[in-house]
């Protein structure tokens, strides 16, 4: 970060604070301009890599009031800040027309800034820039325009427009941010730094979760049902199959700090109360096992594997019947397979029934958005107000609203970015590189078993878990040869002290 940035940092940050602290609307209608000021002048300066890198960490930790954290009885200071970026600023200035999000704001912004750069020739984010497949990044237009099908269906179908505007909102971002990033990141000289913010966001969610849970109760004084949020599920699990993906492939990696953030990752996995949580960690190192070639280490893996077979198994018998915390992945396993034995897992697949019928009206040209999906079983009265529009299971409201071109279109991102993950999983020589390949399909999978299981579409974890390994796994495919390119592999810009560049 350049000397002249810091100022317009430190400024922005300063007054930030102190707009919060003060805890009055009018010093935060004050300070905004000047704080926007800033901040545009510093994203204007320093790569776009590093605000990419920043805005991830903040994506990733403030939080979102429509996740309703702490089940609504815990905020931290910075929970206005997180309503600024996440939501849209009617909800939290009262201005009707302002429809759209501080994140919009901020996509745009870079976006703009992004191409001002190419028309300048300016190539601060070019040195050791490395390109993605062009028919990969193709695939973002793609799913953009699969989602302008599934809405222009839906109003032709008689959809409520304001309705359409919020499913679109879930799909639209992951496309805009893949490309953002791939403009962005060089390459793999980026994966250390977008570790480092991803097990930093997975720490501090970690204690977040721990310190609540211990410390704050619901309003009849028991215990929360979760402690962030159910999204904090991706995080955790990301964070979880880094450091494992890490210790698994080895290099020259301080474990003990690893180990450090893998226990506090852990106990966010606990104390957050989220079963789908352990359920994304174990099939993503299920699938890493399978992928990995038939090493030394795996071959350690296998030998352990069958060694704890019976104790995994008793493990299970034991705990298939108990309420206790410690069986928490055997009653997420038992949910699963037996939906009945929990309320809200049967809940669930009624809705699933639901859906799956509504498909069946219209499976080509879908339903369209803004429109309701069809309740055949009716279910009992819902908390979400947007149910009907926006239910639990949003892998089957792709299938249900969109139909087959619709959901082709705006899955086939992720076919690519598995298939490159793969590819240079397999082509990949050192540590690091497979530890980024392993992540880039972990990631797909982590979110696609959130949007099974509960409002994972869109989600703004999500979205910055996803969108950047997407475009990880399609430079990474170039650069380890796994992808046939014209462009060689640049050689990396040397490291700065700040360690993002």
């Known amino acids: 970060m350049g000397t002249s940035v810091k100022p317009a940092v430190i400024l922005a940050v300063v007054l930030i ?116 497949p062009e028919p990969y990044r193709k695939l973002a237009f793609v799913s953009m325009a699969g989602t302008a099908f599934v809405e222009v269906i839906g109003i032709l179908r008689g959809g409520i427009f304001s309705m359409s505007l919020w499913q679109i909102n879930q799909v639209i971002y992951i496309p805009l941010f893949f490309l953002l990033f791939s403009q962005g990141l060089r390459g793999p000289q980026d994966h250390r730094a977008l570790a480092k913010v991803l097990l930093l966001a997975a720490s501090v ?10 410390t704050v109760k619901s309003e009849t004084g028991g215990q929360l049902q979760y402690a962030t949020s159910h999204h904090d599920s991706m995080l955790f699990a990301m964070g979880a199959v880094l450091v494992l993906s890490l210790l698994v492939h080895g290099g020259k990696f301080k474990r003990k700090p690893l180990l450090f953030c893998l226990a506090l990752i852990f106990s966010g996995v606990v104390y957050n109360l989220r079963r789908m949580a352990w359920v994304q960690i174990a099939l993503a ?100 107000p947007m149910e009907p529009y926006m239910p639990h299971n949003s892998f089957l409201v792709l299938w249900a609203f969109a139909g087959y071109p619709g959901f082709t279109a705006m899955c086939l991102l992720f076919v690519g970015g598995v298939y490159c993950g793969v590819r240079a999983y397999r082509f990949a020589k050192n540590p690091e590189d497979q530890t980024a390949a392993v992540m880039t399909f972990a990631a797909v999978l982590i979110y696609l078993i959130q949007c099974w299981g509960d409002l994972g579409l869109g989600s703004w974890a999500g979205v910055f878990l996803v969108a950047p390994s997407l475009a990880i796994a399609g430079k990474l495919a170039v650069a380890t040869g796994a992808w046939p390119s014209a462009r060689a592999r640049t050689k990396p810009a040397p490291a700065t002290a700040s360690g993002l560049r």
């Not at 893996?301 to 206790?324: C, D, E, F, H, Q």
């Not at 080509?364 to 429109?371: E, I, R």
């Open 285 to 384: 190192l299920i699938v890493l096992y399978f992928v990995m070639p038939m090493t030394p280490v795996k071959k350690r893996i296998r030998k352990t594997l069958i060694y704890l077979s019976p104790l995994i198994a008793a493990y299970i018998v034991v705990g298939w019947n108990s309420n206790a915390s410690v069986f928490g992945p055997v009653k997420s396993i038992r949910a699963a397979v037996q939906p009945t034995t929990d309320p809200s897992a049967m809940t669930r697949e009624i809705e699933n029934y639901d859906l799956i019928y509504t498909f069946s009206q219209h499976p080509f040209l879908s339903n369209g958005y803004g429109n309701r999906y069809i309740p055949l079983i009716p279910l009992p009265p819902m908390p979400h």
């Open 205 to 214: 969610r970690g204690v977040a979760a721990t310190f609540i849970m211990n």
């Open 17 to 132: 604070c102190g707009a919060i602290a003060s805890d009055s609307a009018i010093v935060g209608w004050l300070v905004a301009p000047l704080v926007m000021g800033a901040l545009f002048y510093a994203m204007n300066k320093v790569p776009l890599r590093t605000s990419l890198l920043v805005l991830t960490f903040l994506a990733l930790t403030l939080e979102n009031p429509t996740d309703i954290p702490a089940a609504g009885r815990w905020q931290s200071p910075f929970f206005i800040l997180g309503s600024l970026m996440l939501m849209h600023l009617n909800n939290t200035t009262g201005v009707g027309f302002l429809v759209f999000s501080g994140m919009d704001v901020i996509l745009i912004t870079l976006f703009y800034i992004a191409h001002k750069r190419r028309q300048s020739g300016n190539n601060i984010d070019r040195i050791g820039w490395v390109p993605v």
